[in-house]
């Protein structure tokens, strides 16, 4: 240990005392290193030992007694201010606690005391990484460059000035390192990791060039140390990159033929290659070209015949998609569908798809499986699973289309057909669940689960359907056949952050009406997110001792971005709904006794804790045994997300500002969705902050200027300023904004109505519609009820009735309006011819009273089950 700057000097058997509570501390034997630490306290002259005081504290940290651990350090703190050591662990505990800009000072505080301590050094430049204080981190590297000029200083130092945008000194920090240390060939494991290492150098030194704009340079750096380059594909790639920068096509189309040719499956490489030819999107026959030979030479490849049936028209579309289409039917391969699927944004193309699909099936029937030709060739017969395939694929087309009723008749002679093909029976579950009749989904797909009870992804997929009809407990049991034996599989599964499950639970919750649950699974996907950031401290050094740099830079930029993940984003909706609705409907929420609501957060938590223990009493007593107890934690790991209570969280005083928590990282990192910078614009316009809604509305106007919620924002946002004049600086910015954005003879109630006269083909128009007419007019919510009915029954758009244009969710979200008066005020007789009207266009669904019930799913599987509640 280094000298102290205590001033409470331990004698020397006191000393070699604390030295082994260090170690301790170091070997993570923290229950011995207590034992010493009361050793010393113990005796009445350092019974207030500040550094001794510290380390207990930091143990107790470790032990998950966090409180404590942080009490205790303070303390020590207190009693010896100028020990470099109580500082330092102030500062990782304060780290711990994830109060970082308090962990700074206390790491700066000790380093005053101590100023070339190299492990306070260390343990500062990680937490200026960890909070983007790269100028902070640069001097910390240099500092600790100065002082052990090891090699893991060089590439720290150097990623500092990288992050800083300095690349002429990044990158000659590296060509120095690298010019002390010369290459040596010798044939063993050491130096082929000397070897692997100089090679991610020469990379990262590649990316420093690149982003300074020197392509040029880089190009001449990577030609130059081509042989010491490991990594073949990462040098490829590079150099048709770099190419591509320095507009020298033809070298870089020739780089990516070798790509494509070493990975014929990579769409990417295409893309790049067209565009370094020069290819234009009318340069067709090109194009076809091109793929062609490809297919040629690699005739085992899949891309080079799929992707010319994104991009050709007419006849050789037709000749294509045949040809494409008959070889894997023939071949039987399950994901024919997935490889047609982008053809269906073009109308004409699904409709000679469908053609060929129907010419297909009428052969079969007209000659049967064992004489039938699908290519007209007298002198072959088709093998008896190409008619189960087409069958397949036929449902599936219809499925896509929404013709339901068609996909369940090939469905269903599919499986009559081969009747113990797994896949058959998933495409079923997924035609009903498109249907709405979620109990006969969930029913065919655990009856898909049971061929192959050891496949997890059936599995995974069996519990996702079960969720859907709101049966959290059966979901949870399906998952327990693939977690750790003796604990609840909710939480192992939110140890392994499984954030699909928790989605789902999530909106499983919110069907039931269980809004803490649901709110609770929100929190712990967000804390999943907060422990991936946090992970980042594991790499700071990782990466550096692996010479990784290049990887490194980019883990950091993408955990900069880190919640413009889908995952953050399907949660952060569902929380912000949650948050709206307690804050404009909380009789949906607050369901509690009169005892529980005026009860406090922490006495709340105690009562849920003992009718918790009470239930788990309860259901081991009805099943005749005892719950199996937990296995051992190991020490110091404390579990995830125990300690988020549902209820808890239903008690904010203030439900918009926990709804801006979660929408507002989306928006900050640049959602390029609809949907989230609406719902974010709901959040402000309750919170009337004028500024921030047009903020939302600009960026999703911008995605799509003309989607029904977009337009039915304009309409809420003029309102809002027609009614709340805004003073001062921000009303002279929002009135010159208004002037440009609204026309000075702008008539809502006109704009209404040209809006829908341009958009009838779509059912959420009508809806928005509907809404903006009693938005604008309360006191013409009868006549909207009367227009509602009427063009759910009568009204045709371009000869087809205005019903067929309305997807299943649509038809659900105008059912959940009415119902919650945003259209005005309903009868529940009027109600429930609205639900008949809406059954009409999906006489199949769950949520409209039709489909399989549930009484009769759960006298089929031996359970009860409620109906879901409507919301």
Request: proline share 4%; with cysteine; charged share 30%.
């Amino acid at each position: 240990m280094p000298k102290t700057s205590s001033s409470q000097p331990l004698p020397q058997k006191e000393l070699a005392v604390f030295r082994r509570i260090v170690k301790c501390y170091e070997n993570k034997q923290f229950k011995t290193g207590l034992k010493l630490c009361k050793q010393i306290l113990e005796k009445k002259d350092f019974a207030e030992h500040g550094e001794t005081l510290s380390m207990r504290g930091l143990i107790l940290n470790c032990l998950g007694k966090e409180l404590e651990a942080l009490e205790t350090v303070k303390l020590g703190l207190k009693r010896d201010i100028g020990s470099y050591v109580c500082w330092h662990v102030y500062g990782l505990v304060l780290r711990q606690h994830k109060k970082y800009d308090e962990a700074l000072v206390a790491y700066k505080q000790a380093l005053k005391r101590d100023e070339l301590n190299q492990q306070i050094l260390r343990d500062l430049c990680l937490l200026q990484i960890q909070v983007r204080d790269f100028d902070g981190y640069k001097d910390t590297r240099f500092k600790l460059l100065s002082l052990r000029p090891q090699s893991i200083s060089w590439y720290g130092y150097a990623t500092a000035l990288h992050l800083l945008k300095e690349y002429d000194l990044a990158f000659n920090i590296i060509e120095e390192y690298l010019k002390c240390e010369p290459p040596q060939f010798k044939n063993d494991n050491k130096q082929k990791i000397e070897f692997f290492s100089r090679s991610e150098l020469i990379l990262y030194q590649i990316m420093i060039l690149k982003e300074s704009g020197k392509y040029q340079e880089a190009l001449e750096h990577l030609e130059q140390n081509s042989t010491l380059v490991v990594d073949k594909l990462a040098y490829l790639e590079n150099r048709a990159q770099i190419l591509m920068l320095l507009n020298n096509k033809e070298a870089a189309s020739k780089v990516y033929e070798r790509l494509i040719t070493r990975n014929p499956e990579n769409g990417f490489y295409y893309q790049q290659l067209e565009a370094a030819l020069g290819f234009t999107e009318g340069d067709t026959d090109k194009r076809l070209r091109l793929y062609d030979s490809f297919a040629e030479r690699l005739p085992m490849a899949t891309l080079p015949q799929i992707l010319p049936l994104y991009f050709i028209q007419d006849e050789g579309f037709k000749v294509r998609v045949f040809n494409w289409v008959l070889l894997l039917l023939r071949k039987g391969v399950p994901s024919l569908f997935k490889s047609l699927v982008p053809i269906y944004k073009f109308p004409s193309k699904v409709a000679i798809l469908e053609n060929m699909l129907k010419d297909f099936a009428s052969k079969i029937d007209k000659k049967g499986y064992a004489k039938a030709c699908l290519s007209d060739l007298d002198d072959y017969r088709e093998t008896p699973t190409t008619s189960m395939w087409l069958y397949y694929l036929i449902a599936q087309h219809y499925d896509k289309v929404g013709k339901y009723q068609l996909a369940m008749e090939f469905i269903d002679r599919a499986i009559t057909h081969t009747p113990n093909m797994i896949d058959l029976y998933m495409a079923k579950a997924k035609i009903l669940k498109h249907q709405g009749n979620l109990y006969a989904a969930a029913d065919v797909m655990e009856f898909a689960q049971s061929f192959d009870t050891a496949d997890r992804y059936l599995n995974s997929k069996c519990a996702k359907y079960l969720l859907r009809v709101s049966l959290v407990d059966e979901a949870e049991a399906m998952c327990a056949k693939f977690t750790r034996e003796g604990v609840n599989a909710s939480v192992t599964l939110n140890e392994m952050q499984c954030m699909w499950y928790a989605i789902e639970q999530c909106k499983a919750y919110m069907a039931k009406g269980k809004y803490g649950d649901a709110l609770r699974k929100c929190h712990q996907v967000e804390a999943h997110f907060i422990s991936i950031t946090d992970d980042q401290f594991d790499f700071h050094t990782y990466c550096l001792r692996k010479t990784t740099l290049t990887s490194y830079i980019e883990l950091l930029r993408l955990e900069d971005h880190l919640r413009k993940n889908s995952w953050y984003y399907k949660i952060s909706k569902l929380a912000t709904k949650i948050y709206l609705r307690m804050h404009d409907r909380p009789q949906d929420i607050f369901k509690q006794n009169g005892l529980e609501e005026n009860m406090s957060p922490e006495e709340l938590k105690k009562l849920k804790r003992k009718q918790k223990k009470q239930q788990l009493r309860e259901e081991a007593e009805k099943k005749g045994q005892t719950q199996k107890p937990a296995p051992k934690r190991e020490e110091g790991i404390e579990p995830v997300g125990e300690d988020i209570d549902g209820e808890v969280l239903l008690k904010t005083e203030d439900p918009l500002k926990e709804a801006a928590k979660f929408i507002s990282p989306v928006l900050r990192y640049g959602c390029d969705k609809v949907s989230g910078n609406i719902l974010a614009f709901d959040v402000y316009h309750r919170k009337k902050r004028p500024l921030l809604m047009i903020q939302c509305l600009l960026a999703a106007k911008k995605v799509n200027p003309d989607h029904p919620h977009v337009h039915l924002a304009t309409l809420k946002l003029h309102q809002f300023l027609a009614e709340n004049q805004q003073e001062g600086t921000i009303g002279l910015l929002i009135g010159a904004w208004a002037k440009s954005f609204y026309p000075k003879d702008f008539d809502p109630v006109k704009y209404n109505d040209e809006y829908i006269q341009k958009h009838q083909d779509v059912g959420k128009a009508w809806i928005s519609y509907w809404e903006g007419s009693t938005l604008l007019n309360p006191s013409s919510a009868s006549a909207v009820k009367e227009r509602v009915m009427f063009h759910l029954k009568n009204v045709e758009v371009n000869g087809k009735p205005l019903q067929s244009k309305f997807k299943l969710k649509d038809v659900l979200k105008l059912y959940e309006l009415v119902t919650i008066g945003v259209l005005g005020d309903w009868s529940s007789d009027e109600i429930s011819e609205l639900r008949r009207a809406c059954a009409q266009i999906y006489p199949h669904s769950t949520a409209l009273g039709g489909g399989m019930p549930a009484k009769q799913y759960a006298e089929k599987h031996g359970q009860t089950v409620p109906e879901p509640e409507k919301n």
